[in-house]
Protein backbone atom coordinates (compact mmCIF):
# COMPACT_ATOMS: atom_id res chain seq x y z
CA UNK A 1 0.00 0.00 0.00
CA UNK A 2 1.26 3.47 -1.12
CA UNK A 3 1.83 6.05 1.71
CA UNK A 4 0.56 9.74 0.46
CA UNK A 5 0.82 12.87 3.01
CA UNK A 6 -3.32 12.77 2.75
CA UNK A 7 -3.18 9.48 4.19
CA UNK A 8 -0.22 9.43 6.78
CA UNK A 9 -0.99 10.25 10.22
CA UNK A 10 0.18 10.28 13.79
CA UNK A 11 -3.07 10.35 16.85
CA UNK A 12 -1.73 11.55 20.02
CA UNK A 13 -3.75 9.78 22.52
CA UNK A 14 -4.24 10.43 26.49
CA UNK A 15 -1.75 9.93 28.43
CA UNK A 16 -1.34 6.91 26.25
CA UNK A 17 0.86 5.80 22.83
CA UNK A 18 0.92 7.74 19.26
CA UNK A 19 -1.53 5.88 16.93
CA UNK A 20 0.39 5.87 13.39
CA UNK A 21 -2.36 4.77 10.38
CA UNK A 22 -1.59 5.11 6.61
CA UNK A 23 1.14 2.42 6.39
CA UNK A 24 3.66 4.22 7.01
CA UNK A 25 7.29 2.79 7.33
CA UNK A 26 9.43 2.86 10.24
CA UNK A 27 13.22 2.82 9.85
CA UNK A 28 15.92 3.22 12.27
CA UNK A 29 17.88 6.98 11.65
CA UNK A 30 21.07 7.28 13.58
CA UNK A 31 23.12 10.80 13.51
CA UNK A 32 26.50 10.40 12.01
CA UNK A 33 29.61 12.29 13.09
CA UNK A 34 32.66 13.98 11.83
CA UNK A 35 36.35 13.84 13.04
CA UNK A 36 35.52 16.55 15.62
CA UNK A 37 32.42 14.61 16.76
CA UNK A 38 30.02 17.22 14.93
CA UNK A 39 26.60 16.20 13.96
CA UNK A 40 27.44 15.52 9.86
CA UNK A 41 25.01 13.15 7.72
CA UNK A 42 21.77 10.94 8.82
CA UNK A 43 22.34 7.41 8.31
CA UNK A 44 19.73 5.02 7.56
CA UNK A 45 19.50 1.69 9.48
CA UNK A 46 16.89 -1.28 9.26
CA UNK A 47 13.41 -0.94 9.04
CA UNK A 48 11.01 -2.11 11.40
CA UNK A 49 8.04 -4.30 10.37
CA UNK A 50 4.88 -2.05 10.58
CA UNK A 51 1.43 -2.55 9.89
CA UNK A 52 -1.25 -0.43 8.21
CA UNK A 53 -1.90 0.36 11.83
CA UNK A 54 0.17 0.75 15.09
CA UNK A 55 1.16 2.26 18.00
CA UNK A 56 4.65 4.13 18.91
CA UNK A 57 5.43 4.25 22.52
CA UNK A 58 4.98 8.20 24.21
CA UNK A 59 5.88 7.61 27.85
CA UNK A 60 8.97 6.02 27.41
CA UNK A 61 8.68 2.69 29.31
CA UNK A 62 8.04 -0.10 27.26
CA UNK A 63 9.98 -2.97 26.97
CA UNK A 64 9.16 -3.49 23.74
CA UNK A 65 10.43 0.20 22.03
CA UNK A 66 9.64 1.54 19.49
CA UNK A 67 6.54 -0.16 20.20
CA UNK A 68 4.04 0.74 22.94
CA UNK A 69 3.20 -2.49 25.53
CA UNK A 70 0.57 -0.60 27.58
CA UNK A 71 3.60 0.56 29.83
CA UNK A 72 1.77 3.41 29.98
CA UNK A 73 -0.87 2.61 31.76
CA UNK A 74 1.16 1.04 34.46
CA UNK A 75 3.61 3.92 35.37
CA UNK A 76 0.19 6.51 35.34
CA UNK A 77 2.24 8.57 32.58
CA UNK A 78 1.16 12.16 32.31
CA UNK A 79 0.76 12.59 28.54
CA UNK A 80 -0.30 16.24 28.67
CA UNK A 81 0.20 18.34 25.47
CA UNK A 82 1.79 21.76 26.35
CA UNK A 83 2.66 22.71 22.97
CA UNK A 84 1.91 25.79 20.94
CA UNK A 85 -0.72 25.16 18.64
CA UNK A 86 0.34 28.74 16.48
CA UNK A 87 1.81 27.79 12.83
CA UNK A 88 5.84 27.65 12.68
CA UNK A 89 6.38 31.05 11.02
CA UNK A 90 4.26 32.55 14.44
CA UNK A 91 6.81 31.06 16.85
CA UNK A 92 10.49 31.58 14.87
CA UNK A 93 12.09 34.72 14.82
CA UNK A 94 14.30 34.89 11.36
CA UNK A 95 17.88 35.94 10.80
CA UNK A 96 18.86 37.92 7.69
CA UNK A 97 21.80 37.46 5.35
CA UNK A 98 22.58 38.49 2.24
CA UNK A 99 21.07 35.65 -0.48
CA UNK A 100 19.50 33.47 2.45
CA UNK A 101 17.26 34.35 5.58
CA UNK A 102 16.65 31.65 8.40
CA UNK A 103 13.95 31.03 10.94
CA UNK A 104 14.58 29.31 14.01
CA UNK A 105 11.54 28.04 16.35
CA UNK A 106 13.81 27.04 19.12
CA UNK A 107 11.36 25.75 21.16
CA UNK A 108 11.07 22.89 18.66
CA UNK A 109 15.16 21.89 19.13
CA UNK A 110 15.54 18.35 19.39
CA UNK A 111 19.28 18.33 20.02
CA UNK A 112 20.21 17.15 16.36
CA UNK A 113 23.11 19.28 16.33
CA UNK A 114 23.77 19.66 12.94
CA UNK A 115 23.65 23.00 13.32
CA UNK A 116 26.69 23.39 14.76
CA UNK A 117 29.64 22.68 12.27
CA UNK A 118 31.19 25.01 9.97
CA UNK A 119 30.94 27.99 12.58
CA UNK A 120 27.27 27.61 13.32
CA UNK A 121 24.15 28.30 11.06
CA UNK A 122 22.94 31.61 12.77
CA UNK A 123 26.69 32.73 11.65
CA UNK A 124 26.89 31.38 7.94
CA UNK A 125 23.45 32.98 7.56
CA UNK A 126 25.41 36.36 7.29
CA UNK A 127 27.78 35.25 4.14
CA UNK A 128 25.65 33.32 1.90
CA UNK A 129 26.47 35.54 -1.02
CA UNK A 130 29.53 33.34 -1.06
CA UNK A 131 28.68 29.96 -2.68
CA UNK A 132 30.68 27.64 -0.40
CA UNK A 133 29.04 28.88 2.65
CA UNK A 134 25.79 29.51 1.10
CA UNK A 135 25.68 25.19 0.26
CA UNK A 136 26.92 24.22 3.58
CA UNK A 137 24.53 26.60 4.95
CA UNK A 138 21.42 24.60 3.21
CA UNK A 139 22.87 21.32 3.76
CA UNK A 140 22.90 21.67 7.55
CA UNK A 141 19.44 23.56 8.15
CA UNK A 142 17.85 20.40 5.94
CA UNK A 143 19.32 17.79 7.95
CA UNK A 144 17.40 19.67 11.26
CA UNK A 145 15.01 16.70 11.85
CA UNK A 146 12.90 18.69 14.09
CA UNK A 147 12.44 21.72 11.29
CA UNK A 148 13.44 24.17 14.45
CA UNK A 149 15.45 25.61 11.44
CA UNK A 150 14.39 26.41 7.97
CA UNK A 151 16.37 28.08 5.24
CA UNK A 152 14.78 30.27 3.01
CA UNK A 153 16.17 31.35 -0.82
CA UNK A 154 15.63 35.11 -0.57
CA UNK A 155 15.80 35.28 -4.72
CA UNK A 156 13.45 32.62 -5.46
CA UNK A 157 11.35 33.74 -1.84
CA UNK A 158 10.35 30.48 -1.00
CA UNK A 159 11.73 28.19 1.60
CA UNK A 160 14.54 25.47 1.08
CA UNK A 161 13.04 21.88 1.92
CA UNK A 162 14.66 18.62 1.94
CA UNK A 163 13.02 15.46 0.09
CA UNK A 164 11.80 13.40 2.08
CA UNK A 165 9.85 10.33 1.88
CA UNK A 166 6.87 9.77 3.97
CA UNK A 167 8.21 7.57 7.18
CA UNK A 168 9.14 7.57 10.40
CA UNK A 169 12.94 7.21 11.73
CA UNK A 170 13.58 6.13 15.15
CA UNK A 171 16.75 8.20 16.18
CA UNK A 172 19.69 7.10 17.66
CA UNK A 173 22.53 9.10 18.64
CA UNK A 174 25.74 7.24 19.80
CA UNK A 175 27.52 10.84 20.24
CA UNK A 176 25.30 11.78 22.88
CA UNK A 177 25.17 8.21 23.92
CA UNK A 178 21.14 7.93 24.10
CA UNK A 179 18.03 7.43 21.88
CA UNK A 180 16.14 10.34 20.49
CA UNK A 181 12.84 11.11 19.45
CA UNK A 182 10.34 9.84 16.24
CA UNK A 183 11.31 11.80 13.05
CA UNK A 184 8.21 12.38 11.17
CA UNK A 185 9.31 12.91 7.39
CA UNK A 186 7.44 14.27 4.58
CA UNK A 187 4.14 15.96 6.10
CA UNK A 188 2.57 13.86 8.12
CA UNK A 189 -0.35 14.90 10.31
CA UNK A 190 -0.55 15.02 13.93
CA UNK A 191 -3.39 15.20 15.66
CA UNK A 192 -4.07 15.71 19.28
CA UNK A 193 -5.92 14.36 21.83
CA UNK A 194 -8.50 16.03 21.88
CA UNK A 195 -8.88 16.10 18.06
CA UNK A 196 -6.85 19.33 16.87
CA UNK A 197 -4.84 19.13 14.54
CA UNK A 198 -1.31 20.92 14.18
CA UNK A 199 0.34 22.59 11.20
CA UNK A 200 1.70 19.33 8.78
CA UNK A 201 5.21 20.06 8.09
CA UNK A 202 7.98 18.00 6.06
CA UNK A 203 10.12 17.66 9.37
CA UNK A 204 8.76 17.24 12.69
CA UNK A 205 9.98 15.59 15.96
CA UNK A 206 7.83 13.65 18.77
CA UNK A 207 8.93 12.54 21.90
CA UNK A 208 9.70 9.46 23.29
CA UNK A 209 11.49 9.46 26.04
CA UNK A 210 8.34 10.63 28.10
CA UNK A 211 9.96 13.67 29.48
CA UNK A 212 9.67 16.34 27.13
CA UNK A 213 8.34 19.50 28.67
CA UNK A 214 6.59 20.38 25.06
CA UNK A 215 4.90 17.39 24.67
CA UNK A 216 3.83 16.16 21.91
CA UNK A 217 7.16 17.42 20.30
CA UNK A 218 10.80 16.92 21.29
CA UNK A 219 12.84 19.26 23.40
CA UNK A 220 16.20 17.69 23.55
CA UNK A 221 15.77 15.67 27.00
CA UNK A 222 16.43 12.63 26.07
CA UNK A 223 19.84 13.79 25.85
CA UNK A 224 19.85 15.13 29.16
CA UNK A 225 18.38 12.22 30.58
CA UNK A 226 20.53 9.33 28.74
CA UNK A 227 17.30 8.09 27.58
CA UNK A 228 18.08 4.50 25.77
CA UNK A 229 16.24 2.39 23.48
CA UNK A 230 17.62 -0.92 25.05
Known sequence: MSTTQSDARVTVTKDGPYLVSGAVPLRR???????????E?????NTYPAAAEYALCRCGRSRNKPFCDGSHARVKFDGSETASREPYLKQARIFDGPAMR?????????FGRFCDPHGK????????????????FVRQVEHCPAGRLVA?????????EPDLPVSIGVVEDPAQQCSGPLWLRGGIAVIAADGFAYEVRNRVT?????????????DGTHAAIKFRDE
Not at 29 to 39: L, V
Not at 41 to 45: A, D, L, V
Not at 152 to 160: G, L, V
Open 206 to 218: LCRCGASKNKPFC
Open 29 to 39: QTIGTDAEGGS
Open 102 to 110: LTDADRLCA
Open 121 to 136: VWNQVRHTDSPQTRAL
Open 152 to 160: WDKAAKAAR
Open 41 to 45: RWIEG
